[in-house]
């Protein structure tokens, strides 16, 4: 037991330990699964590439076409077939992500697509092409073409593990449908990144901007605004808001409808033509960013309209939404605690940050200009490729980010008490004790919500808990402790223990607005992928990870203490080793996992003389570790 | 000699991946570099800190940036199950102790803890001090009534000067070894940033509206 600090460099200091077996995982890819377009990035030697098609194209609509004949088409050509057969093609699912009923009627009119809602509540459905689907289905089915996409570009080569960035603001439920969409294009979410985190990872890797900055990211259907102190590859997240459904789709719906009123007062619009205004919309509000005005037709049916839009005029009809970020920015300056003054870059992510209204009201708010110089399309793929490699190969890089929402729990008479408030780091845990309100109560139903507001009711619902098998005990006897933990990734479990007695107890856990696992096991049954084969596959690599991992442990204990080995004991570890080295090359998990349980078995000897020889030394003087001083300073 | 037995075989658990001996508060074993669990220690031990009520911000935040580095998930994402699992409690550790010491007032009310003098944060409404009470009316009514951003600036400035007056005599109170008056001077802390949040406020508000 040499010098502390000397011992953790040389066993951690990041970069110098290469992850072991990195092929066989297959590449690590960024990917930003946008609500309009989505982008994938690969990084190596943090030099990050933007996949793009044999077109050199880099964006790829997140539009889905369901046809005819059963196959599904995603990107470029999808968004091409949304006029012939609107009623195949979906696109914005992003903003029903972890949505339910509430959540759809108050984007009513807004969603070009059938929407209906399940019986028993939970997540919406959606009809397409004589199809129930849900978003994470539509969303899987982009992420496989993402991944394809990938593999094409990097030469066949396996993509299998991926950073997919989310909104800050996404909430629990819109987190954990975007995980389990990954799930279903078997994708292996290394973690999830704020988009905003991502980007300032992008901007600020090359330590160029040092201090305060704000990342304002508008993009086709969300809002987010991230204020971060950036220093010598620490990204810490100050403060975080936004709005999960703001986007650049709301300038066009705004568009579209004021194309639509001018185009046939009072006759009843179809569906076509909705979709057909809303390309147009679109097309108008991105050519107006570099001219003053124009002129734009709808045809459709046979009856052809002519529309003119001034900027002017098109900037009336955005103003109240670009408003409304400014007041979000506000409101977050103001948590982070810290003065617009104090702010030293705002730096511009999102296809909507090109209009010129968004930069003027941007650099008005924040007294300077905004930085664009990384593509503000791709500049969030590039961070989570970035980190796609941190992660997989080692970096010294931090990324400290925070919880966008307060999570709290539902008290007497409707009232939220907040466990975990907004712009709390991850991860965290969080404990709260409850009591029995009846004598001999065996169970107690908990609702989890996440939101701002003091009534249960205006804030989201997350999950309804159940606990169960409380020992019966009088009335305000039991102290039951449920931890809240929210990890890496900003998605949250919950745990109970009964304290007077110490016992766990059962957490049923029912998302509001997610996929039940029964729900999620059918997808993976009949998805889409070879699922089972797949679970089969990881459960293996976990195991073969860990028993690698036992391995090395003993291997290095055998180079500190095998003095205190006779040669038949070390010869019996010797074999042991071997045996699950030998496993380790197959393909069966109970092999494996069996040899590892015979290796601990042929080393508790050891571990006995070791910790025996450990105490004595203690006893003697002999300095353990103490590396709470040694560590913190770099 | 059985007592120092104890102390020594307590110093000392087995590690949960190649299970020999490795220190209690120790990070990482140094036999096969295995992160280990968070384990019970307080906030300062836990960021190499002395423990005081005066900290040096900077230097809770280098500590804080450092300890992350190492244990943060992010640096555990290839590795297995189980040190991802111990990386997310150490980093959860961390976060505690951090957002604990950065506040002021929740790091009073922690220090006056390990001295054994309870300081209930949670308990909120009733003030029990008739003379805190009388003065955090007074003052919420001046804040109330405060009709011109002249007043409710000044206003907001001298609750922002109470604050930092009411943290130095605690810092003496705790020096001096005077907890229970500390204690009581926490507790006016709470009311006193409470105040000065909603001056702050109102100002934003009417400065805003001005424009
Ligand atoms: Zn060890």
Redesign the pocket.
Same mark, same amino acid.
């Given at each position: 037991m040499s010098d502390d600090g000397l011992v953790l460099l040389q066993l951690h200091e990041p970069g110098e330990t290469p992850v072991p077996h990195q092929d066989e995982a297959g590449l690590a890819v960024g990917i930003d699964l946008g609500t309009t377009n989505s982008v994938v990035a690969f990084s190596f030697d943090t030099e990050v590439e933007v996949l793009k098609d044999e077109n050199g194209k880099a964006l790829i609509p997140s539009v889905v076409h369901y046809k005819d004949d059963g196959s599904v088409v995603v990107g470029r050509e999808a968004r091409e077939a949304i006029l012939e057969s609107p009623d195949q093609v979906v696109s914005s699912i992003k903003r029903l992500m972890g949505r339910g009923l509430e959540d759809v009627k108050s984007l009513a009119g807004t969603l070009p697509y059938d929407v209906e809602v399940p019986p028993e509540g939970g997540m919406v459905r959606l009809r397409v092409a004589g199809r129930t689907l849900t978003p994470v289905a539509i969303s899987a089915h982009i992420l496989m073409a993402i991944k394809d996409r990938a593999e094409q570009a990097m030469l066949g080569k396996a993509v299998t593990r991926a950073v997919i960035t989310v909104p800050a603001y996404f909430d629990d439920a819109a987190r954990t449908a975007t995980k389990d969409a990954a799930r279903l294009a078997d994708i292996e979410v290394l973690r999830l990144v704020n988009e905003p985190t991502a980007a300032a990872l992008a901007y600020g890797l090359d330590n160029s901007v040092e201090g305060l900055y704000a990342v304002y990211d508008l993009g086709g259907g969300t809002f987010d605004i991230s204020i971060l102190k950036m220093e010598k590859g620490v990204f810490q997240v100050k403060a975080t808001g936004g709005d999960a459904v703001l986007g650049g789709d709301d300038i066009d719906h705004a568009v579209a409808e004021y194309f639509l009123a001018q185009r046939q007062a009072g006759a009843a619009i179809t569906a076509g033509e909705v979709k057909q205004a809303l390309m147009t919309a679109r097309v108008a509000k991105e050519c107006l960013t570099g001219r003053q005005s124009g002129e734009w037709m709808i045809e459709l049916d046979g009856t052809a309209s002519r529309h003119s839009l001034t900027r002017d005029e098109l900037e009336k009809l955005a103003a109240p939404f670009v408003e409304r970020t400014i007041e979000i920015c506000r409101g977050v300056v103001e948590d982070a605690g810290i003065d617009v003054s104090d702010i030293q870059g705002v730096v511009l992510v999102g296809g909507s940050t090109r209009m010129p209204l968004v930069r003027k009201r941007v650099a008005e708010f924040f007294g300077r200009e905004p930085l664009s110089d990384i593509n503000p399309d791709e500049v969030v793929a590039v961070g989570a490729a970035l980190q796609a490699e941190a992660l997989t190969r080692g970096s010294d890089t931090l990324l400290l980010d925070v919880t966008p929402l307060s999570l709290g729990i539902e008290t007497m008479g409707g009232i939220v008490e907040k466990v975990i408030p907004r712009n709390t780091p991850i991860p965290v845990a969080m404990a709260q004790e409850f009591t029995t309100y009846q004598d001999g109560q065996s169970a107690m139903s908990i609702h989890v919500v996440q939101g701002e507001r003091e009534m249960v009711d205006q804030c989201r619902s997350l999950a309804r808990f159940v606990l169960r098998g409380i020992p019966p005990m009088a009335a305000g006897a039991a102290r039951i402790r449920v931890t809240f933990q929210v990890d890496a990734d900003g998605l949250l479990t919950v745990s109970a223990q009964e304290m007077t007695t110490g016992i766990e107890q059962h957490v049923a856990v029912k998302p509001s607005y997610g996929l039940s696992d029964d729900e999620m096991a059918n997808m993976l049954r009949d998805s889409l992928v070879h699922a089972k084969d797949d679970m089969a596959q990881r459960l293996l690599t976990e195991s073969v990870v860990e028993a690698r991992r036992s391995v090395l *442990?003993v291997k290095? *204990?055998l180079g500190v203490d095998s003095d205190l080995l006779s040669d038949d004991e070390r010869q019996a570890i010797d074999a042991a080793i071997e045996a699950v080295e030998t496993a380790c090359a197959g393909t069966d998990r109970d092999a494996v996992n069996a040899a590892v349980e015979t290796l601990e078995d042929s080393t508790k000897g050891f571990a006995e003389k070791r910790m025996d020889r450990g105490i004595r030394q203690a006893l003697a003087g002999v300095s353990v570790e103490r590396l709470d001083d040694a560590l913190g300073g770099e | 000699m059985t007592a120092s037995i104890a102390t020594a075989a307590a110093s000392v658990v087995p +590690?949960w991946? &190649?299970k020999?001996p490795?220190a209690t508060r120790a990070l990482f +074993?140094s036999? &096969?570099?295995?992160v280990q669990g968070p384990g019970t220690i307080d906030h300062f031990s836990r960021l190499g800190l002395q423990p005081t009520f005066d900290i040096d911000l900077d230097l809770l935040e280098k500590q804080y940036f450092g300890f992350q580095r190492r244990l943060h998930p992010d640096r555990f994402a290839a590795k297995s199950a189980k040190e991802r699992a111990l990386s997310q409690s150490q980093a959860t550790a961390l976060n505690e102790a951090y957002e604990t010491l950065k506040d002021p007032l929740k790091r009073a009310a922690y220090v006056l803890d390990l001295k054994g003098h309870k300081v209930d944060l949670t308990a909120c409404g009733t003030i029990n001090d008739p003379v805190l009470l009388m003065e955090q009316m007074e003052k919420r009514e001046a804040i109330a009534e405060a009709d011109t951003v002249d007043t409710i600036t000044k206003l907001s400035a001298e609750a922002d000067t109470e604050v930092i007056a009411c943290q130095c005599h605690i810092s003496a109170a705790i020096n001096a070894g005077a907890f229970e008056e500390a204690v009581h001077l926490t507790i006016r802390l709470k009311y006193l940033a409470k105040l000065a949040e909603e001056a702050r406020t109102k100002k934003t508000r009417m400065t805003r509206a001005m424009r």
């Open positions: *442990a290095s *204990a | +590690c991946s &190649c020999g490795v +074993c036999v &096969c570099g295995a």
